[in-house]
Structure formats: structure tokens, C-alpha cells
């Protein structure tokens, strides 16, 4: 069940939005929570999330072709690009683009499609906190 907070949480922005208040309410570090208590939950020997295994994640292929570095580059602080359609895609990284992370139903959505794409499954709670922190720890 290490979704749960996690997916309570999604289910309380919803209702913020229902109720008129934008669900664009959190903060980057305020989801990296929500990761950290899934993954407190659910990850076998967890000891907190790795910047530099975050790094390392973001720039590896996973038995697919992409890597998430193939559409936000090595630099994801600075702007991408869609490897297959060419689209222009704004930073990644919240350290340069400050709406990064601030709507969990967006962060989540774009995680699921895109950790299946590149992984050919869902990213887990240790894998997204440790890219979040990689995000959040460039520029530093
Ligand atoms: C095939 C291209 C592609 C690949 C590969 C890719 N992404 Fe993305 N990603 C996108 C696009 C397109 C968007 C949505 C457009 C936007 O928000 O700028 C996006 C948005 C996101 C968001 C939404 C962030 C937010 O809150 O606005 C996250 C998180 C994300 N990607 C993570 C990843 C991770 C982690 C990987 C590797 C597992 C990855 N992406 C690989 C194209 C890609």
C-alpha cells in the first residue's frame, strides 16, 4: 500500500480544485514528501532519497530505447526537446522553471507516461524522489 499517502494526497488536491481553490497548491519539496512517506511505506531498507543516483537514473536507458535525458537532455535545467516529435518542452527542473512540481495530478500523469515509455513500467516512490531531488538540487 505505499501509494496510499501518496494517492490521498492527489485526492486532496482534486478536491481543493473542486472546491474553486487552484490544485496548483504544492511545492516541489511538499510532493518530495508525498514520495518520501511512499516510500517509507513501501521500499525494502529505504534510507532517503540520492541526488546523484536521481542523476544517474535520469540518464540511463532502462531496456528502451529513451532515456529521460533523450527529451530533457543531460541539462534539465535547461529547455528540451520530444525525441520523436521535435516539440520544444520547457525546463524540467523547478531550480529554472518554477511551475515544475507544483500540480501533483500533472506531476504524476507526466511521471506515468513517461517512467512507462523509458521504463516500460511505473517509476516507484524511490525513483521519483530521487529524480525530484536530482531537479531540485541543480543550479545548487
Ligand atoms: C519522449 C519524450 C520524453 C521522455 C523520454 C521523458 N519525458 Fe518527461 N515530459 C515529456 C513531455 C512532452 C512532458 C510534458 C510537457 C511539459 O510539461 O513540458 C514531460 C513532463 C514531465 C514531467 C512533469 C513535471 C511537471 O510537474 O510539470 C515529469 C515529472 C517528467 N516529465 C519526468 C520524466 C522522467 C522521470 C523521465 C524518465 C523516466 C521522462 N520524463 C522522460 C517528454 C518526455
Redesign the pocket.
Known amino acids: 500500500m505505499r501509494t496510499t499517502r501518496f494517492v490521498s494526497g492527489l485526492l486532496l488536491a482534486g478536491a481543493l480544485g473542486l472546491t474553486g481553490l487552484s490544485a496548483s497548491a504544492v511545492t516541489p519539496a511538499e510532493l518530495q514528501q508525498n514520495f518520501d512517506a511512499a516510500a517509507r511505506a513501501g521500499v525494502p531498507g529505504y534510507t532517503g532519497f540520492s541526488a546523484q543516483r536521481g542523476r544517474q537514473f535520469?540518464n540511463s536507458t532502462h531496456g528502451n530505447d529513451?532515456?529521460?535525458a533523450?527529451?530533457?537532455t543531460q541539462d534539465p535545467a535547461g529547455p528540451?526537446r520530444?525525441?520523436?516529435t521535435g516539440?520544444d518542452?520547457?525546463p524540467?527542473s523547478p531550480v529554472a522553471n518554477p511551475?515544475?512540481?507544483?500540480?501533483p495530478a500533472?506531476?504524476d500523469k507526466?511521471?506515468s507516461r513517461?517512467?512507462n515509455?523509458?521504463?516500460g513500467r511505473p517509476?516507484t516512490a524511490q525513483e521519483?524522489g530521487d529524480?525530484l531531488a536530482y531537479l531540485m538540487s541543480l543550479g545548487k
Open positions: 535520469f529513451w532515456s529521460c533523450s527529451c530533457h528540451g520530444h525525441a520523436k516539440r518542452i520547457a524540467l511551475q515544475r512540481f507544483t500540480d500533472k506531476a507526466w511521471f513517461n517512467c515509455d523509458v521504463l517509476c521519483k529524480v
